[in-house]
């Protein structure tokens, strides 16, 4: 993330850097208990960020001074981790958790404005590793257990969910890799099952299954395209209304990693092998 010039990375080793986007002169660094895998977020004058040890931490833009953390419940049989990132929306900051819960905290304080959970029947597999979307009143989350959910951003009543299920892959955890959107349509990727398309009122407009299977990852909206990798898939180029595959790659080892697409439609995807490759999607 890249704020007033200055890049704010997280690390595997728990580490938050602030960076001179120019000079690459680092300005300042904290210290958290987990790795830092997903993208900070910028809120006044706040970066705040989560990582694998269920914490959400709120830190100074401009000193890295600690400002204030949450601590979310992590199941003591939890074992697999992954995390979900933040999304802020005015006053309020969203984020998921392990033991299934979706949480929306004060931004001044970081005190729970309200907790929902997820996970449905299920005590397996509940984690909330997706990124929340908000659109306009609403907030759009997952977990591995319960599918989609559309909730009030206010208040984190459920107002509908969308399950993840196929009796070709009962097995399946449903695992979802991230959520994009448009405004107008939800983007998601589910492990073994494939990309679904759902507009805002819960109902699926499209699903694309997956080649191969494997683990997603977070797709991308750019124009009217919709770009997404699976672990052992490759990558899709496809339209976003339809669904229709338009372009495909397969580097041969496939893409575990989320694609990146700047403004202007170059996009960059990294292969398992670690092979960086850049297209152009004009």
Known sequence: MVVAGVLYIGAADGTLLAVDAQTGVEKWRYQSRGPIEQSPAATGDLVVFS?????????DAVTGKFKWQFKGETPEEYTLRGHAGVAVDNELIYSGFSNGTLVALRKETGTPA????????????VDVDATP??????VYASS????VYALDKTTGLIRWRVPFYDVAQP?????????ATDGKTLYVSVADLGTYAIDLAGNVLWR?????????????????LLVYSLARDGMFIADRRTGETLEYFDPGDGTSSSPTVTGDGRLFVMSNRGILYAFDLE
């Not at 080649?211 to 124009?223: C, F, H, L, S």
């Open 133 to 138: 979307v908000v659109v306009g009143e609403r």
């Open 51 to 59: 990582n694998e040890a269920d914490q959400v931490v709120a830190v």
């Open 114 to 125: 309200w907790s929902t959970s997820l996970k449905g029947d299920a005590d397996r597999f």
């Open 144 to 147: 591995s257990s319960g599918g």
């Open 171 to 179: 097995s399946s955890t449903g695992n979802v890799g991230g959520i």
């Open 208 to 224: 694309v299954g997956a080649k191969d299977g494997g683990e997603p990852a977070a797709p991308v909206v750019w124009n009217e």
